[in-house]
């Protein structure tokens, strides 16, 4: 199976603030590389897909790089709605597979 | 507008099985492979089980075969996930999710907002 880690586990920010998860996966996944944010209490929802595109609708402050081995995810200016837990997923070969999650929390 | 909403869930003693629906509206749901995620209180993401547009393709995260089985019925806009022998460790949230390959990339664009198993005596 190919394990994704993400670091760091927990961050703490303040709004405005510039801020990057890395996440590394156990073998090289070429772009198949996504992210999820999730808030309490809700599902999770995608933010960024094949390492690096946007998804429709997410505001352009989230951007995605990376291939192989390691890849990031930057939030440029932090907004009071992005405190949040964010995951990444490989789904470049099955069992699919999730990072353990990075909390994002207000300093 | 894509929604995806899931139904099933409950209190069940050890042992015990469930099975779980998920029902699709906003897009060509024969179109698209479908995955279950699941969630344990306080826990990460955990991919459960994947089907295909057309069921020719099924695959379950390695400790979850044989407990689990997953299935779609494409004229009723449904997903369906049937799990026996149900865990304390199966209690989790399980959340359904529509599958976009665009350019041979998989993502799970739209996500239903989830049915929380608990397995309890």
């Known amino acids: 199976d190919i394990q994704m880690t993400q670091s760091p586990s927990s961050l703490s920010a303040s709004v405005g603030d510039r801020v990057t998860v890395t996440c590394r996966a156990s073998?090289?996944?070429?772009?198949?590389l996504n992210w999820y944010q999730q808030k309490p209490g809700k599902a999770p929802s995608l933010l960024i897909y094949?390492?690096?595109r946007l998804q429709s609708g997410v505001p352009s402050r989230f951007s995605g790089s990376g291939s192989g081995t390691e890849f990031t995810l930057t939030i440029s200016s932090l907004q009071p709605e992005d405190f949040a837990t964010y995951y990444c997923?490989?789904?470049?070969?099955?069992?699919?597979?999730f990072g353990q999650g990075t909390r994002l929390e207000i300093k | 507008e894509v929604e995806l909403v899931e139904s099933g869930g409950g209190l069940v003693k050890p042992g015990g099985s469930l099975r779980l629906s998920c029902a699709a509206s906003?897009?060509?749901?024969?179109?698209?492979?479908m995955n279950w995620v699941r969630q344990a209180p306080g826990k990460g993401l955990e991919w459960v089980a994947s089907?295909?547009?057309?069921?020719?393709?099924?695959y379950y995260g390695d400790s979850l075969k044989g407990r689990f089985t997953i299935s779609r019925d494409n004229a009723q806009n449904s997903l369906s996930l049937q799990i026996t022998g149900l865990r304390a460790d199966d209690t989790a949230v399980y959340y359904c999710?529509?599958?976009?390959?665009?350019?041979?990339?998989?993502?799970?664009?739209?996500w239903g907002q989830g049915t929380l198993v608990t397995v309890s005596s």
């Open positions: 999710a529509r599958v976009n390959t665009g350019r041979s990339f998989s993502f799970d664009d739209h």
């Open positions: 906003g897009f060509t749901f024969s179109d698209y492979s």
């Open positions: 089907i295909s547009s057309s069921s020719e393709y099924i």
């Open positions: 073998q090289t996944i070429s772009r198949y």
């Open positions: 094949a390492a690096s």
């Open positions: 997923q490989q789904t470049y070969d099955t069992p699919i597979t």
